[in-house]
């Protein structure tokens, strides 16, 4: 069964490369591309087909019920190749046509900018034009978002998705419980290095920043 965000990434394959999603073992999965579900693995849908734009793709392998991570990883995707992989729920993702595509390392960027080097950009300043930043819930524990100490959203429930916009600069983040308040991540954003940071809330780990991995440190 493809969501329709699935439906909508493969509607322009003249602009992006086939990705397919294939079960290994009939287990029921939910397959996530940059945090966002393109589709769904079980006993009925052992396919999952997709087109992705060239470049690096964050990808999660998560169980249906309870929305554990079973695998997860970078896959590189390049012009004129289509991926095929594998997926199971005790064997993982597994690249069938170029096993390098995949890692489990965040791909390092050359280069560098304004965010990494300072604070908050004043407004007015060149490159001070805010950037949309998307926190997406990803295992459906209810969470509160603090930003240099203030609450900046309230998740709640699975595949909440929340926006906001900040100037570029180095931010201090902290992740915590919305019943007990305990404290799951904390940490520092970088902002200003791209027009847009989505990010992934899970509370069994550190957030993952899907378009740009060293924007989380």
């Known amino acids: 069964m493809l969501t329709l965000l699935s439906l ?18 009939k287990a029921w999965m939910n397959v996530y591309v940059d ?3 393109v589709g769904e693995l079980d006993s009925f849908d052992l396919q999952v087909r997709v087109h992705l734009e060239p470049g690096v793709h964050r990808v999660e392998v998560r169980d249906f019920m309870d929305r554990r991570v079973i695998d997860s990883g970078w896959l590189t995707v390049k012009r004129g190749q289509d991926l095929a992989l594998g997926v199971g729920e005790h064997r993982g993702l597994l690249v069938y046509t170029d096993p390098r595509a995949l890692s489990d390392q965040a791909p390092s960027s050359g280069g560098s900018c304004r965010a990494h080097e300072s604070h908050h950009v004043r407004p007015g ?45 180095v931010y201090t983040v902290q992740i915590s419980d919305f019943m007990d308040q305990r404290v799951w991540s904390t940490g520092q954003l970088r902002v200003g290095c ?24």
């Open 8 to 25: 909508l990434l493969s509607a322009s394959p003249a602009m992006a490369e086939a990705v397919t999603f294939r079960s290994l073992d």
């Open 35 to 37: 945090g966002r579900q």
């Open 125 to 169: 300043d060149p490159g001070s034009e805010p950037v949309r930043v998307e926190l997406h819930n990803i295992d459906g524990t209810w969470a509160n978002v603090r930003i240099d100490g203030r609450l900046v959203a309230e998740l709640r429930g699975p595949s909440d998705e929340q926006a906001l916009r900040l100037a570029p600069g």
């Open 194 to 217: 791209t027009d847009e940071l989505r990010i992934g809330i899970d509370e069994r780990r550190d957030p993952v920043v899907y378009n740009d991995p060293r924007a989380w440190i």
